[in-house]
């Protein structure tokens, strides 16, 4: 470890080309950092035999903090998807949490090591427990919305699934219902491009997710998801209105999956290298770098102390988790029935 180095405290003032303050962005990156250092070295463990699978969300780092970073932590509902690694560190997780939930341990609160890796779920931080199902949590995110109006509880639920996931009825069900009542729920698609191996236009006849929302005369848009600023500036007055009672909004974030789909697939099989390149390129890491470096935001050297402190959080927290224990066979029932 360096000596820490004095720096210039943080502007918690809104920066008018960002409508973000320093310590906001500094955040961003943070939380982007953390999630891709943490999947990178979630899939040297799985490669390693230490962990079963991994789904991961690189290249949506910025859909995913943007987004999260729009709602009231602690008090609007999350029920996210599994690539939502990046919303649930904004939202409280931690990396050794991170860590506990991919070897599922036994004191991994997301489920105590009952459901597979990236089934998120946090009753205290208000994540919905999720199923394997796809789209299930768009129905989930309709019903507390539901709860939230008549009670009158000026909480928002924003809720994800990836562009393949809206061919599903879920889907369909859960836009029609959250309009008709104007529910307070955000539905955010992550459209990174495919469907496992399925390319957007085999998942549906229109150009884009948002489109659909016409047929349920519902407010949307489609906002780049590459960029964590944009990505922001769309979501939080999409929230907002959905708090004073606006109804409900659907978000298309375009992005892109610059891995496979998950460990236990071959993404050379059904897309080519030279796409792939090209669209690193746009990784909106690298991306949100340059902007706030070019603008002078933080000098470089900040920018490197957040890398420093997001790899020494990560080193120490596979050492950690790796040595917790496993749930006890003679526990298996436990969270699974109420009572034996
Ligand atoms: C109802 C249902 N059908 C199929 C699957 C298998 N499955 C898991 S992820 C996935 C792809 C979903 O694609 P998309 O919604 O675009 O999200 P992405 O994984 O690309 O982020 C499929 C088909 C499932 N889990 N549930």
């Known amino acids: 470890m360096t000596a820490a180095r004095p720096r210039r405290p943080r502007s918690r003032e809104t920066l008018p080309d960002y409508l973000l303050s320093e310590q906001q962005l500094e955040d961003m990156y943070y939380y982007m950092l953390l999630s891709r250092r943490l999947s990178e070295r979630m899939m040297a463990l799985q490669r390693q035999g230490r962990a079963a699978f991994v789904i991961a969300g690189a290249g949506q780092e910025a859909a995913q903090v943007g987004a999260a970073m729009a709602l009231k932590k602690g008090t609007d509902y999350l029920a996210p998807y599994y690539r939502d690694l990046g919303m649930n560190l904004v939202y409280g997780m931690d990396a050794r949490e991170a860590m506990l939930n991919l070897l599922g341990k036994r004191d991994d609160p997301n489920s105590f090591g009952r459901q597979m890796p990236s089934h998120w779920g946090n009753a205290a931080r208000r994540v919905v427990t999720q199923s394997s199902v796809v789209a299930t949590q768009l129905l989930h995110a309709a019903g507390i919305g539901l709860a939230a109006k008549l009670s009158n509880d000026p909480i928002v639920v924003l809720t994800c699934c990836g562009e393949g996931s809206t061919s599903r009825g879920d889907f369909h069900e859960a836009l029609n219902f959250a309009s008709i009542h104007r529910l307070p729920v955000i539905f955010y698609i992550q459209n990174n491009g495919f469907a496992i191996t399925e390319r957007t236009e085999k998942e549906m006849a229109v150009e884009n997710v948002a489109d659909r929302a016409r047929a349920y005369n519902m407010q949307s848009a489609v906002v780049d998801g ?99 224990p496993d749930p006890a066979p003679e526990d298996a029932l436990g969270y699974v029935y109420k009572e034996l």
Do not use: N
Not at 247 to 265: M, N, Q, T, V
Not at 286 to 291: G, K, M, Q, S
Not at 298 to 317: G, K, S, T, W
């Open 226 to 324: 590459m960029d964590c600023v944009a990505v922001y500036q769309t979501v939080r007055p999409a929230v907002d209105q959905a708090r004073r009672g606006g109804g409900p909004f659907l978000i298309e974030a375009k992005c892109y999956r610059l891995w496979p789909h998950s460990s236990d697939d071959d993404d050379t099989r059904y897309r080519p290298r030279k796409e792939l390149e090209e669209w690193a390129k746009k990784d909106p890491l690298v991306l949100f770098r340059a902007r706030v470096e070019t603008d002078g935001i933080f000098p470089r050297e900040d920018l490197d102390e957040i890398e420093a402190r997001v790899e020494e959080e990560v080193r120490d927290a596979v050492q950690w988790a790796l040595m917790q």
